[in-house]
């Protein structure tokens, strides 16, 4: 069982940056792939960031070049760095952790997740 709390969340305006965490349970969270998923009212919920075990990394388009995905696995925590934040970045943003790489892209390839943190950015 792993345990995940995100922090960092807040409102920020446009242009701005936010760091989020996402604090892990467990002894075996070096082993996990971790991802950053997002949900914004009325969406779907997407995946904006990947680490593998590895620290092999992904992003998709809408976020490559701004946002950051990190892990300290000393501290069995996961970054989100998030730069020139635009006001349709506003969404809830949750933590997971996926025992597998399959179908990582998508929620149901996540084993585990936080409860989620509020991000707004303000035109």
């Known amino acids: 069982q792993v345990q995940l709390v995100e922090s960092g969340g807040g409102l920020v305006q446009a242009g701005g940056s936010l760091r989020l965490s996402c604090a892990a349970s467990g002894r075996t969270f070096s082993s996990y792939g971790m991802g950053w998923f997002r949900q914004a009212p009325g969406k779907e919920r997407e995946l904006v960031a990947r680490i593998s075990s590895g620290s092999s990394t992904y992003y998709p388009d809408s976020v490559k070049g701004r946002f950051t995905i990190s892990r300290d696995n000393a501290r069995n925590t996961v970054y989100l760095q998030m730069n020139s934040l635009k006001p349709e970045d506003t969404a809830v943003y949750y933590c997971?952790?996926?025992?597998?790489?399959?179908?990582?892209?998508?929620?149901?390839?996540?084993?585990?997740w936080g409860q989620g943190t509020q991000v707004t950015v303000s035109s």
């Open positions: 997971a952790a996926s025992k597998s790489s399959f179908g990582f892209w998508h929620e149901s390839g996540y084993d585990y």
